[in-house]
C-alpha cells in the first residue's frame, strides 16, 4: 500500500472485548468483526469468501487435529493449542483467524482488515 492513504476508525474500546466473543462495528459501509485472541485484535469483514455469509457469527474455537501414528492410523484427536479458527455458520467451512485462510481449501480468504491498540482504544485502518 505504499504511496495510499490509509484512514484509521476508532471502532470500540479495548475493554469491550471479551476473549473470542465478536463485536460486531460498522467501518465506511462494512460490517466487522472484531475479535480478541489470545490479547491479540483481529478485524474480519462478515462477509464469507465462499457465499457472503455472516462468519463472524460462526463459533471461535481451537482447531482440531488428528493424532496420527507411524502407519497413520487415527490415534485421537486433540484441539491444536495455537491455531483458532472460526466456523462459518451457512456451510461450516473454517477459516483460521490469523491467516484468514480456509483450513479446507486455501482458494478461500478471509478478508482481514488491520486492527490497531492504542490508548485503550481499538481502530481498524483502511
Ligand atoms: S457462506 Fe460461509 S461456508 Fe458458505
Not at 492513504?5 to 462495528?25: A, I, Q
Not at 465462499?50 to 507411524?70: F, I, Q, T, W
Not at 480456509?102 to 478471509?110: G, H, I, P, Q, V
Request: net charge negative.
Amino acid at each position: 500500500m505504499e504511496g495510499q492513504f490509509r484512514m484509521e476508525h476508532l471502532v470500540c474500546e479495548r475493554s469491550r472485548l471479551v476473549e473470542r466473543k465478536p463485536v460486531f462495528v460498522n467501518v465506511e459501509g462494512m460490517d466487522v468483526g472484531v475479535v480478541l485472541i489470545k490479547d491479540q485484535v483481529h478485524a474480519v469483514e462478515n462477509s464469507c469468501p465462499h457465499a457472503e455469509g455472516p462468519v463472524c457469527l460462526g463459533d471461535v474455537s481451537n482447531r482440531v487435529r488428528m493424532k496420527l501414528d507411524e502407519n497413520k492410523l487415527n490415534r485421537g484427536e486433540y484441539a491444536s493449542p495455537d491455531e483458532v479458527n472460526i466456523v462459518c455458520p451457512w456451510h461450516g467451512l473454517e477459516f483460521d483467524i490469523a491467516s484468514g485462510v480456509c483450513t479446507a481449501d486455501s482458494r478461500f480468504k478471509l478478508h482481514k482488515l488491520a486492527a490497531i491498540e492504542r490508548d485503550g482504544k481499538i481502530y481498524i485502518s483502511l
